[in-house]
């Protein structure tokens, strides 16, 4: 395993400097706000993720999800992990994830966001002190209620994706609204 930084080839990880340290039991060091850094990049993040996902061969003039998987990590207490993941598909969602659907034309919709599981519980036991929207989707998701995250059920009582769902909405509109298509077969 290599613990030189993808980033930067000239030093070794984070991780790996915080172990070592660890190891040698080095005392007073003082680790940095990564999470900090990390969070105030999320625009760019989207962005960038968006651009690579129009690059890619597979999606080129095709609409394709991107979600984006936030957690922190257990040994670096102070860290912020986001992993950003392009598909075809719809994915099922999960905690510590936002979804975003991108269309050839340049709409870009927001789908959803689920915090963490531990903030779920705390968002549930004071529905006061938080939206009504947040609190009723995570006791929808609680609940498997996926139709309010653009599923349905097939013949076979599967879950799978809803293409005439439109509760997603755009990003810079005035009422963020899918617009409404008729679909003739």
Same mark, same amino acid.
């Given at each position: ?23 040698? @039991? ?130 076979? @009582? ?28």
């Amino acid at each position: 395993m290599s613990l030189t930084s993808n980033i930067d080839p000239s030093r070794n990880t984070v991780g790996s400097i915080y172990r070592d340290a660890q190891i040698s @039991g080095e005392r007073g060091v003082i680790i940095g706000d990564v999470c900090h850094e990390i969070k105030k990049d999320l625009v760019k993040d989207i962005n960038e993720a968006i651009e690579k996902g129009r690059e890619a061969d597979e999606f080129k003039g095709k609409p394709f999800y991107l979600a984006f998987y936030e957690k922190y990590d257990l040994m670096l207490k102070r860290s912020l992990v986001r992993i950003p993941k392009i598909t075809h598909y719809r994915p099922y969602p999960e905690q510590d994830m936002m979804l975003f659907h991108v269309y050839p034309n340049d709409d870009v919709y927001f789908c959803w966001e689920l915090p963490h599981r531990s903030q779920m519980l705390n968002i549930v036991m004071n529905p006061t002190l938080y939206p009504q929207e947040q609190v009723d989707q995570i006791k929808r998701w609680e609940n498997l209620q996926l139709e309010y995250f653009g599923f349905t059920k097939d013949e076979n @009582g599967n879950w799978v994706e809803n293409k005439l769902y439109r509760g997603d909405f755009l990003l810079g509109s005035s009422d963020g609204k899918k617009e409404v298509k008729l679909v003739l077969a």
